[in-house]
């Protein structure tokens, strides 16, 4: 028999809200034949490393490093050629979240690229008995403030070395010139198309069909887009000219989003999140991110000699499965802007809440997630990359558009797709802390995490995957720090992840024996073919502290690369 979940909350909490998956949540199977990465061992390099959801952006960001250029400059490289080649995950008309270590500084910062949700937005439109209120959610409507191009600039200007051409030269002959498309974008480019304005048709179809795998798809416009970022920095996307292009698109199309909004837009620069984990600091995305689960999933396993229990045997994955519900109702009852209302977490990552909340746990028994009565979508479409160079800075970054090709909006002449990030905010009861409030912080579910051992960053790593995300990112962890997994096993080693309102996903790589296990405790076992995307890397030292051996992983979910330099 299922026990009911006890929830211990604060006096003071009077509402829960919500940022979760709808009863229909599916992963999509993304090993794309002939394409997925297949290594078996990490790769390595002694100078450098880059590792991304796509060939030819590991190649950018190498290329970066070969020039002479720092882990900042390879990331922007890097991000700006996924625009390119993964226009349906992320790109200057999207969002994210950075988090970098300085090596010079010995500093950890996370660089939010989410903004602010647009001044004139009515959330009302987004809720019943508003006519459309639920295409309100997917459409122009749903467009928030961009952020990734200021985020560029603004890791560039606080630590990049290479100019602006440089960086960018290998997206823009990408675009201009026109690559092969994957079989996964081709898919994707498949399922949208009856979406996209003549515009975007024209682009990524032919002939009034969609282009296939192995079609060369030329950007013109985004290299166009690319050159005048060069020429001007993210200012020409946010309150320029290509801003204004945006603009008339939106105003056109009664979207909320402003050139004033544009114009407002800045990249903020906070303070990581950390926990100590088994003797290593984890550190991710303070608000207003909502990483913080995934360091309460961390701290709750803290509690349990994780190792002696065995990788994925069945008594691990109970508890990190009942560890990953409660964390994902903290998620829910407590994120917010840390403007206007921060997460307690003082309390939640504290040993002493870990301590009572693993005590609490059922070993025996799964138990029943009650889920706050509102569900939302959260998107899967989105991209994650890891880059180091050879004097230890680190990037590691998650951007996305929210669904793919985010609002479905290509902005005539630029070659952006614009995001549909606010489908993602929660619409009742009006004016709970995760509504589409006007002008506030956009909340975003992305966990880059850096792992510091003996002072200094040894790993960095992430994951697409909505809110798996929180769920994955804690698993390579312990493969890495319980079980000393080489980055590559860690990285594709078999996962689980908690969908509401009762599903466990067990990937279908795990054994029959443990799926039969899970379920004979009382979960709700269902097998999917994958979860996330994720990449990973690791350094190594001598011991002056000079970094001499990198390795790193693209998971094998994926068709993503990781290369040394």
């Known amino acids: 028999m299922k026990k009911t979940l006890t929830l211990l909350a604060f006096a003071w909490l009077t509402l829960a809200a919500c940022e979760k998956q709808p009863e229909t949540f599916t992963p999509e199977p993304i090993v794309a034949a002939g394409t997925a990465n297949t290594a078996e061992r990490p790769a390595t390099g002694a100078s450098g490393m880059v590792s991304s959801a796509h060939p030819r952006a590991t190649q950018a960001g190498l290329a970066t490093l070969e020039k002479g250029g720092n882990a900042f400059d390879a990331a922007v490289a890097v991000a700006a050629m996924l625009n390119v080649v993964e226009p349906n995950m992320s790109g200057v008309g999207g969002y994210g979240t950075i988090l970098v270590y300085d090596a010079g500084q010995r500093q950890t910062r996370f660089l939010n690229a989410s903004g602010r949700i647009p001044r004139g937005v009515d959330a009302d439109v987004f809720r019943a008995p508003t006519p459309n209120y639920r295409e309100n959610r997917r459409g122009p409507k749903a467009v928030s403030t961009p ?300 966990v880059p995490t850096i792992i510091l051992r003996q002072g200094k960053p040894w790993a960095a790593l992430g994951t697409p995957g909505g809110h798996t995300i929180g769920q994955t990112v804690p698993q390579m962890v312990m493969n890495l720090i319980d079980f000393g997994m080489d980055v590559q096993q860690a990285v594709a080693a078999p996962r689980i992840s908690f969908i509401e309102p009762d599903i466990l996903a067990v990937e279908s790589r795990m054994v029959d024996s443990t799926r039969n296990a899970l379920a004979a405790l009382g979960h709700n076992v269902r097998t999917y073919t994958s979860l996330g995307n994720a990449h990973a890397l690791v350094i190594e030292y001598d011991a002056a502290g000079t970094p001499i051996r990198f390795t790193g992983a693209a998971d094998p979910r994926g068709e993503g690369v990781a290369q040394g330099l």
């Open 147 to 446: 952020g990734n191009a200021n985020a560029w600039q603004a890791m560039l200007d606080a630590y990049g070395t290479l100019p602006r051409a440089d960086i960018f030269e290998a997206a823009i002959d990408a675009a201009g010139e026109g690559f092969p498309i994957s079989p996964r974008l081709a898919r994707s480019i498949n399922s949208a198309f009856d979406d996209f304005s003549d515009y975007a048709r024209s682009m990524y179809g032919r002939d009034g069909t969609p282009l296939a795998a192995g079609d060369t798809l030329v950007q013109k416009d985004l290299a166009g887009t690319l050159r005048a970022m060069v020429d001007q920095g993210g200012r020409v996307i946010h309150g320029g000219s290509v801003g204004q292009a945006i603009d008339a698109a939106m105003q056109a199309a009664g979207s909320f989003l402003t050139l004033e909004d544009l114009a407002e837009n800045e990249a903020e620069w906070y303070e990581p999140i950390r926990i100590t984990y088994r003797g290593h600091e984890v550190l991710t995305a303070s608000p207003p991110s909502t990483a913080f689960p995934a360091l309460i999933r961390l701290g709750l396993m803290s509690r349990f000699d994780v190792k002696a229990l065995g990788h994925n045997t069945p008594a691990t994955l109970h508890r990190f499965a009942e560890a990953t519900k409660h964390a994902f109702w903290c998620r829910l009852a407590y994120a917010g802007d840390p403007e206007v209302n921060p997460p307690p977490l003082d309390t939640l990552l504290s040993e002493a809440y870990w301590q009572q909340q693993a005590a609490a746990m059922d070993l025996e028994s799964a138990t029943v997630f009650e889920p706050p009565q509102v569900v939302v979508a959260e998107g899967m479409n989105t991209t994650h990359f890891v880059v180091a160079d050879r004097w230890g800075n680190i990037v590691s970054a998650t951007q996305t558009l929210g669904n793919s090709f985010g609002s479905r909006i290509l902005v005539e002449g630029t070659g952006i797709w614009l995001n549909n990030s606010l489908a993602y905010c929660t619409f009742e009861p009006a004016g709970n802390p995760m509504d589409a409030h006007a002008g506030h912080h956009k909340l975003s579910g992305d």
